[in-house]
């Protein structure tokens, strides 16, 4: 029961840090400009328990290879390292809130949603969250699907009803910063504990991964920056023709 909600809490952590400016996250604002808020929420509810169940379940099967074990919690631990420089990257729409189907909002969000989060950031946190916790798996989906609601409510809240801009800069920053920090703790367990590497070695390993990913952030900070100043007026989620959502909110 215990690790069962430790597993719990970390799942709830790690995607509220994954999903915030996640490609899902602006999708899920974008559909509630169009759908009531409420309905939005049961698709993406919906949407992500099949999403993450199958990330769980393919996270405990490659857990069974007791062989590879090391290498598994080695690539686990880096991934975080990798899902943090993505969180910098950042995520844009790629026409998903657009598609039209015949079925009512909560079908069409659910498959929008279930869609979009096909190796999505959040969904490969999930696969490497079961590899950490493998006993645990009831307390990784619990706690990765309400992490993927509370980020969603968030973003739905901030941007749509208050019409507030997300503060994207510093919470991309500090989402990528903790997950960079878990990643870099995770490799030094696997380096110290599982390899048993000396003291030296493993000093010299993390100055490299360190200098790697100082410079990788870097890169794509400034390559931000760079795009920032070529775009025009960021998306506003709270600009809804008023007919329309009038019309939509009675679906």
């Not at 029961?1 to 790690?14: D, E, P, R, S, T």
């Not at 969250?129 to 493998?134: E, G, S």
């Not at 645990?136 to 969603?152: C, F, H, P, Q, S």
Request: proline share 2%.
């Amino acid at each position: 029961m215990y690790l069962n909600f430790v597993a719990f809490l970390v799942a709830v952590g790690a995607v509220v840090l994954a999903e915030m400016g996640d490609k899902t996250q602006l999708l899920a604002m974008a559909f509630a400009t169009k759908y009531k808020a409420s309905k939005v929420m049961i698709g993406v509810f919906i949407a992500t328990v099949f999403n993450h169940a199958l990330a769980v379940a393919v996270g405990n099967y490659i857990t069974r290879f007791d062989g590879a074990q090391i290498w598994i919690q080695g690539i686990a631990s880096l991934s975080f390292i990798f899902f943090g420089l993505w969180t910098i990257r950042g995520d844009k729409l790629n026409g998903e809130e657009n598609r039209a189907t015949k079925f009512g909002p909560i079908i069409t969000v659910t498959i929008a949603f279930f869609i979009a989060e096909m190796g999505d950031k959040t969904q490969l946190a999930t696969i490497a969250l079961a590899t950490k916790f493998p006993e645990n798996a009831i307390g990784v989906l619990v706690g990765t699907t309400t992490g993927m609601l509370i980020a969603d409510a968030i973003g739905i809240i901030i941007g749509v009803v208050l019409c507030k801009k997300i503060p994207e800069r510093t919470v991309k920053l500090v989402s990528a910063g903790a997950f960079m920090l878990f990643g870099f703790i995770g490799t030094y367990q696997v380096a110290s504990q599982q390899l048993q590497l000396g003291i030296t070695t493993i000093i010299l390993l993390m100055i490299a991964l360190l200098i790697v990913t100082a410079g990788a952030s870097y890169y794509l900070i400034k390559k931000e920056r760079e795009e920032e100043k070529k775009e025009s007026e960021p998306p506003c989620y709270c600009k809804i023709d008023e007919g329309d959502s009038k019309e939509n909110h009675n679906n």
